[in-house]
């Protein structure tokens, strides 16, 4: 089993959709969560952190289940912009080392116009 | 401007010729990362560097060398490559352990 799992899409949505992604981790001790998004053939860049009481940012909403191991991002509103890949982040702080982040192979979204 | 460089972008090389993958962040963070992303396999790390001469293993260490003499820079050294590390290259730095990760824009490399 991946240590971070995440539906690898495609997700067709039309302009104005609300579409919502899971990411669910193996470790019970993750610590920290984010969503990245990658552009095709860009680097990934950070979306945002997930917050054990939820988060949002504008259309944007991060949720976070710490007892079933998932979290998830809720996008409303859907722009043709919001097309890219949203990879699923965990890190597990374990005896100072950095080596636990990990990526979920992502999730493609594509908005059609 | 802050921001992670890599050089180059894009490399095509022969099977077991040595070549180095430079990285430099101008953000004088102490944590630098090398990972690879391949197709349904997501990002790996390869190896990772807390401070100066201070580097570790990462997911997927073997075949790849690393060394960090000085804070900015973290290059990724390939001694023989072969056609299955023909892959995408980030490398990335973070001002802390856990903290936003920084990617440089990605080196594209095939061995053949």
């Given amino acids: ?7 690898p899409g495609p997700f067709n949505v039309p302009e104005g959709a609300t579409v919502a992604f899971n990411c669910t981790y193996s470790n019970s001790a993750s610590q920290s969560f984010f969503w990245y998004r990658q552009d095709c053939r860009k680097e990934p860049k950070l979306l945002m952190s997930v917050y ?23 996008i409303r509103d859907s722009k043709l912009s919001d097309s890219a890949t949203y990879l699923c982040v965990v890190n597990m702080i374990s005896s100072g080392s950095a080596r636990q982040l990990t990526f979920g192979s992502g999730t493609q979204l594509t908005v059609l116009p | ?90 490398c990335a730095s973070s001002l802390s352990l856990g903290g936003t ?12």
Avoid at chain 1, 1 to 7: G, S
Wanted: glycine share 6%; aromatic share 10%.
């Fill in chain 2, 1 to 90: 401007e802050a921001q992670v460089t890599q050089n180059p972008r894009y490399l095509i090389t022969v099977t077991g010729k040595k070549l180095t993958v430079t990285c430099s962040q101008n953000m004088n963070h102490e944590y630098m990362s090398w990972y690879r992303q391949d197709p349904g396999l997501g990002l790996r790390q390869i190896y990772y560097s807390m401070n100066v001469e201070v580097t570790d293993k990462g997911d997927v260490p073997e075949g790849y060398k690393v060394s960090r003499k000085e804070k900015r820079n973290f290059p990724l050294i390939l001694e023989s490559p072969s056609p299955n590390q023909t892959s995408l290259y980030f």
């Fill in chain 1, 1 to 7: 089993r991946k240590e971070v799992e995440q539906d």
């Fill in chain 1, 52 to 74: 054990s009481s939820g988060n949002e940012d504008g259309r944007f909403t991060a949720q976070l289940n710490r007892a079933s191991q998932y979290i998830s991002l809720l």
């Fill in chain 2, 101 to 112: 990760q920084y990617f440089g824009p990605g080196t594209r490399l095939l061995v053949l």
